[in-house]
């Protein structure tokens, strides 16, 4: 399942300022290990004949040119396939706790076949070591960011590599945990015509594999990763703002004019009240004092009442949307996708971004401006992956200790059988019970339509507000 990369491979961050951690930790042969007379420490002095290193993996501490220090880890595929043994273990491990003692980010470049069948069990145990130093760096509040790149499968993939905070994929890059040959030589015993058959499109490329839910973003090549890195690092670790507290931006006007509302027949007159035993001796009101008189269902100030009270309002097409409002106030907005899990939502988006120079979580549901787009949206109804996805990103931003911003414009969950094959009941009522404990503030915004359970589901703000002409029931 692996392919051999280019030994001439530069990485996307070469130019970057770069000084090398733990250079002298080294690979050994504990297990006097040999496969048809070909014995591992053979392999592993041929090795370092070749490319000059000890190990696999490389660490340093990176200076980007946003002047953010990171922790820099990477495969290197040319030593074993980039497989992980004892010595890539303890780097990885050494490098996640360094980055935990100077309170930095990490970034780990993944290239790999997975555990490296030489080391035995210890080898299989460095998953369990790294993912420990993986929880222990939790406590910096600031981000691990895993890079997947062409191959990453077995033990690598099924561990720190799909850990990361945030997941990039390279576009052409092939993940999984078991290999497409270990697949058909399994469950399909060698017979190909079977297994292409049964096979998906796309099977374990990074676009399947984001579309199922387990990447946040894909770039086209490599070379896109830096620049996307130290976005979000500018996202989550900005400069303190000189500008103080926030500010108040000018109001986004919203349309005034509506098209007149459908007919409908005039109120009834409410009855008048029953003579009290004390009406006769109480004086007449003054006119000064009598209750204003309501408008004639006619008049222009009925009309405009009615025109505001209509809920249709909250659902026409060209009302400011989430994502025209992330767009105008969230600068440097990241998109991160997929519940983590098994799928993706085309209603619910979210990510990291900034409100006035500080960083925030902003989680939205989009409709579209044209019947197509709304229709591919679901019509703002989303499905139990999308509620996930928001509690994905509530609990990063919790542990990044930054706020969460929801803006509200759902008719209501998703009602279709697949939605409740999908758990959309738990999917809400787990968002609900984490924001009653959510250790940042959520500020929740009803900008349009707030449809039920499906609305509360992202709205159970310390602050709730709406628009004008938006409903909540």
């Known amino acids: 399942c692996a392919q051999q990369a280019s030994s001439d491979y530069l ?17 050994k042969d504990f297990l ?28 340093s501490l990176r200076k980007l040119s946003n002047g ?53 069990t210890m080898s299989l145990a460095q998953m369990a070591k790294v993912s420990c130093a993986v929880h222990m760096h939790h406590a910096t509040h600031l981000p691990y960011i895993s890079v997947l790149q062409e191959p990453t499968y077995g033990g690598v993939s099924a561990s720190y590599a799909m850990q990361g905070d945030i997941r990039i994929g390279i576009k052409n890059a092939r993940i999984g945990f078991a290999g497409p040959q270990v697949i058909l030589n399994t469950i399909f015993n060698q017979k190909q015509a079977a297994y292409d058959k049964a096979c998906p499109a796309g099977f374990q490329t990074a676009p399947f594999v984001q579309d199922h839910g387990q990447l946040d973003i894909v770039v086209p090549t490599e070379g896109d990763v830096l620049p996307l890195v130290e ?5 989550v670790c900005p400069p ?94 990241v998109d991160l996708r997929g519940d983590g899990r098994i799928g993706t939502d085309a209603c619910i988006h979210g990510g990291l971004a900034t409100f006035q120079g500080h960083p ?35 609990r990063l931003a919790e542990r990044l200790q930054i706020p969460v911003v929801t803006l509200i414009d759902t ?12 758990g959309q009941s738990e999917a809400i009522s787990s968002n609900l019970e984490l924001m009653a404990g959510l250790k940042v503030p959520i500020v929740s915004i009803v900008i349009g339509e707030g449809g039920s359970g499906g609305a509360l589901g992202l709205a159970m703000g310390n602050r709730v507000g709406m628009c004008e002409n938006a409903y909540y029931a």
């Open 11 to 27: 990485p996307p961050h070469a130019m970057a300022t770069s000084t090398p951690l733990f250079g002298n930790i080294a690979s």
């Open 32 to 59: 006097h290990f040999q496969f048809a007379g070909d014995y591992y420490r053979e392999q592993l002095d041929r090795n370092r004949m070749k490319t000059g290193k000890l190990c696999a993996i490389d660490v």
């Open 68 to 120: 953010c220090d990171v922790v820099w880890m990477l495969h290197d595929f040319s030593i074993f396939g980039g497989s992980l043994g004892c010595a890539e273990g303890h780097k990885l491990y050494l490098g996640f706790e360094y980055a935990t003692e100077h309170h930095l980010p990490v970034v780990v470049e993944n290239r790999s076949g997975g555990a490296r069948m030489q080391e035995g």
């Open 231 to 235: 976005k979000i690092l500018m996202v």
């Open 240 to 333: 303190v703002p000189a500008s103080g507290p926030f500010t108040i931006p000018a109001p986004v006007p919203f349309p005034t004019t509506f098209p007149a509302p459908s007919p409908s027949p005039s109120p009834l007159p409410e009855a008048s009240p029953a003579p009290s035993e004390t009406s006769a001796a109480t004086p007449a009101a003054t006119p000064a004092a009598a209750s204003p008189v309501p408008p004639h269902a006619d008049s222009p100030a009925a009309i405009i009442a009615a025109q505001r009270r209509d809920f249709r309002h909250a659902r026409r097409l060209d009302r400011y949307q989430a994502q025209d409002i992330i767009g105008r106030l969230f600068p440097s907005y």
């Open 360 to 394: 925030v979580m902003v989680i939205g549901t989009f409709k579209g401006h044209t019947e197509d787009d709304f229709a591919a949206t679901g019509y703002g109804m989303a499905t139990p992956h999308g509620y996930r996805l928001a509690h994905r990103l509530m």
């Open 411 to 422: 008719p209501g969950a998703e009602p279709s059988f697949e939605a409740e094959r999908d």
